[in-house]
């Protein structure tokens, strides 16, 4: 049980800022993910928790307590890591049962405590094989079941399901998720999967070159996106964006006119979701030719050129065009979303 | 059918085994021939040139009764005793020292390796002198001022070996260090990254993981510090021609002597066969373990 603050953590090397201005309240038992491309500072940002790294400044709150010159041992965390971080020449029953051994559990615990971590991971038919002679996705088990034999108080993972391949990923996914539901213990996880980050988390960051750019409940971030790297970082396929000015509650571009805006005058870059506009037959407030047509089995994803920026609507799936034919697409002002050109940020609420 | 769909073995990749016939001939006949050449003549009385005269046993009888070949016996037990297991520790200790991320590390590195690409007969002189009474190491720190010091380890027949070891350490540890490195930096960030998570002390970490992570590399080190080990001859000749007495001598110079200035072929043939047998009974039983037992699933 353990509530995480970080107040202010900064974290320079020489004049290059890994981690600015960091500064988070995590709750007891809530799912965080750290999301942002590589060398965004959230595995920085980890590792500061972990202890791995000192911040520059700040504070960092386990439970109340300033953690910041403790030794990872003596945080009660346990962390889970990209490339596993397994001892290869233990076998996986001595893996698990190692962190045990070091911190002078009592031998008579180690047999079950072992057993009941590796079930929970499905791991009990390999006990005795050594971490070569297991697939990625059985070592990843390993790795988890090492962080939870502990029961520590913070699980943190690093990019874990990175070295996984995609189908592999979705069902440690999905086994991570139920982990953590059934530990109640408080985790933190950095990825660089917007599509791990929806799923898994209760809420997200998103971070960028090192300054925390979002954070809120996946709904928030996928609905409200804060600006526009957020818009652009979130989905898939990404918000579209579209440069053009706004005079008078409407917005124009080259090819492309919305009124209805309460806006006031100037250039913006306008946002829309992807399933929100439509394809119809004529009048709506886009019109140019197909650029590509992609067929995704659920739905049809057509793409135009509009305002110098490439736009990607959902159609139907039994929609069919050839590419340079002529479309019309509606985008109402409800489904836009609106942020300054110069500073991407959000416009509208 | 089996034949027809698949071809013979012998027959596959025929180019790269005609391209290395010459090779294995030059193995074949230079390494194995000239040994068993070695190992018959070691039981006959030939002198200055190789003659066909059967003596049996006579000159092992003659080589076990030398004291020379006893004393040199000795020698190379405590020198590569010694030699393996300070090279190995010290090489081990710097790389690992190297390995914490520490400034100017490439230029530690290649000091540490230099002495490597000296020859023997450089290092054994230069130590020489360092370790003469009257112009190296003892006169400096007597001029210092430290007038009742005392370090010649050539001079003492007790000691000498010692003072070659020195040598040979100084020569040989860098290559070690280079190995342990290299083995060090193929080990995983993240399993360093977990064993701290963990709590577990460094020097644990070294013991109970990092060491034994690197045997392929270790078994690499040992090898190469055995085989300087077992050939150790011109250090000697450069450094104390075998003395003071015969403080210092080797197997390979007493190979070498018999064969070359006292003109004893068959003496010194014995002698070599003596090494080779050494060598066998130290590389068998662990090839075994170390290979044999592997295909059996362990």
């Not at chain 2, 005793?81 to 390995?99: I, V, W």
Request: net charge neutral; charged share 20%; glycine share 8%.
């Amino acid at each position: 049980m353990a509530e995480i603050v970080l107040k202010n953590v900064c974290k320079r090397w020489g004049s290059f800022i890994g981690v600015d201005d960091f500064d988070l309240t995590i709750a007891d038992q809530e799912f965080l993910v750290l999301l942002g491309p590589s060398g965004c500072g959230k595995t920085t940002t980890m590792r500061m928790i972990a202890g791995l790294e000192t911040p520059t400044s700040g504070d960092i709150l386990i439970d109340g307590e300033r953690v910041n010159d403790l030794e990872p041992k003596d945080r009660d965390i346990s962390m889970v890591f990209q490339s596993y971080g397994l001892y290869p020449n233990m076998n996986v029953y001595e893996n698990i049962r190692f962190p045990l051994k070091v911190r002078k559990v009592p031998a008579a615990e180690h047999d079950e405590r072992v057993k009941k971590a590796a079930a929970m991971v499905e791991l009990e038919p390999f006990m005795h094989r050594k971490p070569a002679a297991l697939s990625g996705g059985q070592r990843q088990r390993v790795a988890l079941a090492r962080a939870i034999v502990r029961e520590p108080n913070v699980f943190l993972m690093d990019e874990p399901l990175s070295n996984l391949d995609a189908k592999l990923r979705v069902s440690t996914r999905a086994q991570i998720k139920n982990l953590s539901h059934e530990l109640k213990v408080t985790t933190i996880y950095v990825t660089h999967d917007q599509i791990e980050a929806m799923t898994l988390a209760d809420r997200v960051v998103v971070m960028s070159k090192g300054i925390v750019q979002q954070v809120g409940t996946p709904t928030d971030i996928y609905d409200n996106p804060a600006n526009t790297f957020v818009a652009s970082f979130i989905g898939s396929p990404a918000m579209n964006l579209v440069d053009g000015t706004m005079s008078g509650g409407t917005f124009t571009c080259e090819g492309m006119s919305i009124s209805g805006f309460s806006a006031p005058d100037g250039k913006v870059t306008l946002g829309f979701r992807a399933e929100d506009a439509q394809v119809v037959d004529t009048g709506g407030e886009l019109n140019a030719r197909v650029y590509s047509m992609e067929l995704l089995g659920d739905a049809t994803m057509v793409t135009v050129r509009c305002g110098g920026a490439l736009v990607s609507v959902k159609a139907g799936k039994e929609y069919r065009s050839n590419i340079g034919d002529d479309v019309s697409i509606t985008v109402p002002s409800s489904i836009c979303h609106l942020f300054d050109a110069e500073s991407g940020e959000r416009l509208t609420g | 059918m089996a034949s027809a769909t698949r071809p013979n073995q012998l027959l596959r990749n025929m180019s790269s085994k005609i391209a290395s016939i010459p090779m294995a001939l030059t193995a074949i006949v230079i390494f194995v021939g000239c040994t068993l050449w070695t190992v018959a003549y070691s039981f006959t009385g030939s002198r200055l040139l190789p003659r066909w005269r059967w003596v049996g046993l006579d000159q092992y009888d003659r080589l076990w009764d030398t004291d020379r070949w006893i004393i040199s016996m000795q020698n190379l037990a405590i020198y590569g005793f010694c030699m393996m297991a300070f090279s190995l520790f010290l090489g081990f200790l710097m790389a690992a020292l190297l390995d914490q991320k520490i400034r100017g590390e490439n230029v530690f590195r290649t000091i540490f390796l230099y002495p490597y690409a000296l020859s023997f007969v450089v290092t054994g002189l230069t130590w020489q002198w360092m370790l003469n009474p009257s112009f190296g190491l003892q006169k400096v720190v007597r001029d210092w001022g430290w007038e009742s010091f005392t370090f010649a380890p050539l001079t003492n027949p007790d000691w000498a070996i010692y003072g070659v070891l020195m040598a040979g350490l100084w020569q040989g540890t860098g290559l070690v260090m280079v190995i342990m490195l290299a083995g060090l930096r193929g080990i995983d960030e993240d399993v360093w990254k977990a064993a701290r998570v963990d709590g577990i002390p460094a020097w644990k970490t070294y013991v109970y993981i990092v060491i034994p992570m690197m045997r392929p590399i270790f078994v690499t080190a040992i090898v190469l510090v055995a085989t300087a080990i077992i050939k150790v001859f011109d250090l000697i000749v450069a450094q104390t021609q075998g003395g003071p007495g015969l403080a210092t001598e080797v197997p390979a110079k007493y190979v070498y002597e018999m064969m070359f200035r006292n003109q004893n072929l068959g003496q010194g043939f014995a002698a070599s066969t003596m090494m080779l047998c050494f060598v066998l009974i130290i590389i068998v039983p662990w090839s075994i373990y170390e290979f044999g037992g592997r295909r059996n699933g362990r």
